[in-house]
T-cell receptor, first 116, second 112 residues
Framework: DADVTQTPRNRITKTGKRIMLECSQTKGHDRMYWYRQDPGLGLRLIYY???????NKGEISDGYSVSRQAQAKFSLSLESAIPNQTALYFC???????????????FGPGTRLTVL | QKEVEQNSGPLSVPEGAIASLNCTYS??????FFWYRQYSGKSPELIMF????GDKEDGRFTAQLNKASQYVSLLIRDSQPSDSATYLC????????????FGAGTRLTVKP
């Protein structure tokens, strides 16, 4: 089945550590996204990529970096983790909008990150 | 002002009632509007999208869009306990950025 997978699913780390969250998809979509979700704040976009050579900052990119290694892989890195980066992180994919108004995003299962 | 605003709830309705969820947005250039459902501990999943003014119905769900007033709503008829979840409104302007802006979500509880 076509799918969006994320690894790890849970991670506890310490302040100052470098962390990488990985996302893979078998949907064949060009567009990939990283979000974080915090209680009361909803989903906020960190970075997005329209293809391997295209990387764009979202609304909260500070403290994060990304790498689009292939069409199917999009990694999120926290170079030096801090406690306020504790959150639930989602990767998502979408197909290029076809003029129908529907560019539905398909979400991975999420990674729960705790920074102590 | 947040770009996409929703009442956080919780909204509680009895089984069989109509649940009404509302969302307002600030970007007048927004063109596509989405309702996602998220069960506790799970990832969001799309329920409906709408991009034309008016109503769009899909089974027990009806999305309503009013671009002049910058609001979009979701009605759930004959609410079931399985509808208990957080509902996220999302807005997209289909411009080059094509990024989706989400509301904080409304938590709905349907009581048997």
């Amino acid at each position: 089945d076509a799918d969006v997978t994320q690894t790890p699913r849970n991670r506890i780390t310490k302040t100052g550590k470098r962390i990488m969250l990985e996302c893979s998809q078998t949907k064949g979509h060009d567009r990939m996204y990283w979000y974080r979700q915090d209680p009361g704040l909803g989903l906020r976009l960190i970075y997005y990529s329209f293809d391997v050579k295209d990387i764009n900052k979202g609304e909260i990119s500070d403290g994060y970096s990304v790498s689009r290694q292939a069409q199917a892989k999009f990694s999120l890195s926290l170079e030096s983790a801090i406690p306020n980066q504790t959150a639930l992180y989602f990767c998502a994919t979408s197909d290029q909008a076809a003029g129908t108004g529907n560019n539905e995003q398909f979400f991975g299962p999420g990674t729960r990150l705790t920074v102590l | 002002q947040k770009e996409v605003e929703q009442n956080s709830g919780p909204l509680s309705v009895p089984e069989g009632a109509i649940a009404s969820l509302n969302c307002t947005y600030s970007d007048r250039g927004s063109q596509s509007f989405f309702w996602y459902r998220q069960y506790s501990g799970k990832s969001p999943e799309l329920i409906m999208f709408i991009y034309s003014n008016g109503d769009k119905e899909d089974g027990r769900f009806t999305a309503q869009l009013n671009k002049a007033s910058q609001y979009v709503s979701l009605l759930i008829r004959d609410s079931q306990p399985s509808d208990s979840a957080t509902y996220l409104c999302a807005v997209n302007n289909l411009g080059y950025s094509n990024d989706m802006r989400f509301g904080a979500g409304t938590r709905l509880t349907v009581k048997p």
